[in-house]
């Protein structure tokens, strides 16, 4: 089959007289990954086709070719499936009409749960009920999709059904309780979106994600949700440099919310405002932020911590102390032994099924190994980051290790 994607991107780089090593470093990715997209016909995230076309000056096109072959591709693997989740011929208007109930929710939990389905077409509720079982089913078999394959694998169908969540959520047929249950759902699976789309590279998108996420959060009257939501555009801000922004999104969010917010959601929170603190030097909130981060962990399994924050855990406190002593010791030195204390005992207890967040504290570890002079172990850590960066296809994640390679190579050259 016709590849019109690798067809241009060989024109490309034979017209620019590019050799794929080079097209690999003006892309920020492996050179074992320019090569799959020229020979294996694979199709490259919407982030690295980006870099791909930026890298080759082709305004454009090689963006466009990528997205039309994912289509193509996905529409050939499951064209049932995407007219059930809401395209816009398909039956997924007509929202209260049973047949697409059903179709639905056969096509959504097939996916994990078919078994379950002669219990609840049976239960006489085929309505609301009915489709919020698929919805969620929907949901949680996408993450399950995303933890193996990367964001890259569902982005596509998570955006589709999401945007079908949102019909749902202002059909005006809606009683109060069912539109605060469809607010709930929508802020889930809008904030699901908005971690496939930064991780995939699109910072701007993502950011307006998040905020209609919260939105949503709200009208649920879920503070915790929100909370978290608005942590994560803080994460976003702090990426872009925006530490400012960062810091005040984090704390406005801890201090709207109160106790309000579950403990898991604040132990979060407290660990990410003192990342960004701790970019703006500012010591004494970082000391405190983390106090508290590491109080509030020992609180946070009360048997209903929220889905969205599961990943709560020892490990993902260590990991954003690392990433702030990694922050602080750029100016003050003696913080570096905390950061690489705090970042052997995450890599040493990391779980193996979260292997794309393992880039993240590969990443810092090579900058707090940079900090201390330990070039070589910071090169390895910064390999590692790459290696599995790439192999999750995680454009945010293959952008900041390629940064900490980028910085390891200038200190060499200065030495």
């Known amino acids: 089959m016709p590849n019109p994607f690798a067809e241009e991107l060989e024109r490309l780089r034979l017209e620019g007289k590019m050799s794929v090593r080079e097209l690999a470093r003006r892309a920020h990715c492996g050179k074992s990954t320019v090569s799959d997209y020229l020979n294996v016909d694979k199709i490259p995230s919407p982030g690295i086709a980006r870099h791909l076309d930026n890298a080759l000056g082709a305004q454009g096109k090689l963006v466009q070719l990528a997205n039309e072959q994912r289509q193509l591709r996905q529409g050939e693997e499951a064209p049932h499936a995407a007219t059930a989740v809401g395209s816009p011929d398909g039956p997924a208007n007509t929202t209260g009409d049973d047949v697409w109930r059903r179709t639905f929710l056969h096509q959504s939990l097939g996916l994990v749960a078919g078994a379950a389905l002669p219990s609840l077409t049976e239960s006489g509720d085929a309505g609301h009920l009915e489709r919020m079982t ?43 309780a069912e539109r605060k249950e469809l607010a709930a759902l929508s802020s889930d699976t809008g904030g699901f979106v908005g971690f496939l789309t930064y991780d995939l590279g699109m910072a701007e998108t993502a950011i307006r994600c998040y905020q209609e996420a919260a939105e949503a959060a709200l009208e ?23 530490l400012i922004r960062a810091a005040d999104l984090a704390d406005h969010a801890l201090h709207r919310g109160g106790t309000h917010i579950h403990p898991a959601v604040r132990c979060w929170l407290h660990a990410v405002s003192a990342h960004h603190h701790a970019g703006l030097d500012d010591a004494h909130n970082v000391s405190a932020a983390l106090d508290e981060a590491w109080r509030l962990l020992g609180h946070c399994d009360d048997g209903e911590i929220p889905p969205y924050i599961g990943y709560i855990s020892p490990m993902e406190i260590g990991k954003w102390a690392g990433h702030t002593f990694v922050r602080l010791a750029t100016k003050r030195q003696q913080y570096t032994s905390h950061g690489i204390k705090a970042l052997e005992a995450a890599r040493a207890a990391w779980p193996r099924g979260a292997r794309r967040g393992s880039a993240e504290v590969f990443t810092a570890s090579a900058r707090v190994y940079l900090a201390s002079g330990e070039l070589d172990q910071a090169a390895r850590h910064a390999a590692d980051a790459v290696r599995i960066a790439t192999e999750t296809d995680s454009a945010r994640n293959l952008t900041a290790a390629f940064a900490a390679q980028s910085a390891i190579t200038t200190r060499r050259q200065r030495h």
Do not use: E, F, K
Not at 227 to 241: K, T, V
């Open 134 to 176: 698929a919805h969620r089913v929907l949901r949680a078999a996408h993450g399950v999709v995303d933890n193996l394959r990367g964001a890259q694998s569902v982005y596509q169908q998570a955006q589709t059904h999401h945007r079908q969540v949102l019909d749902d959520w202002r059909d005006p047929r809606n009683t109060i």
């Open 220 to 242: 649920a009257a879920d503070l915790s949700s929100w909370a978290n939501l608005r942590g994560q555009m803080s994460r976003i801000a702090a990426d872009q440099g925006h």
